[in-house]
């Protein structure tokens, strides 16, 4: 069974730090592309960071370029995402996403997100 566990998350100030992670089984990891989405309260889902297979990091949100990097550790099958000088629009519950290619289609994967909450 594919399973994505997300920790990491909690209630950090403006301007804190904090790391997510995501702990990823039942396939291939390391062929796999890993994306960070975010969903704040009555908001669209949106992209937050993809690494590629092939090692490429790359940020979608202009909001969180300079904040954010996302990187992976394909010997622990992990994949995290390095949250710097948080604002309280970073408030959300942020998911973990696999894209995983098979013989005619692609698959993607989710698990059930961690919620960040940037308040004083």
């Known amino acids: 069974q594919v399973q994505l566990v997300e920790s990491g998350g909690g209630l950090v100030q403006p301007g804190g730090s904090l790391r997510l992670s995501c702990a990823a089984s039942?396939?291939?990891?390391?062929?796999?592309?890993m994306r960070w989405y975010r969903q704040a309260p009555g908001k669209e889902r949106e992209l937050v960071a993809v690494?590629?297979?092939?090692?490429?990091?790359?940020n979608n949100l202009d909001s969180v370029k300079g904040r954010c990097t996302i990187s992976r550790d394909n010997a622990k099958s992990t994949v995290y995402l390095q949250m710097n000088s948080l604002k309280p629009e970073d408030t959300a519950v942020y998911y973990c996403?696999?894209?995983?290619?098979?013989?005619?289609?692609?698959?993607?994967?989710w698990g059930q997100g961690t919620q960040v909450i940037v308040s004083s």
């Open positions: 039942g396939f291939t990891f390391s062929s796999a592309d």
């Open positions: 996403n696999a894209l995983v290619r098979g013989p005619v289609f692609d698959r993607n994967y």
């Open positions: 690494s590629t297979s092939s090692g490429g990091y790359i």
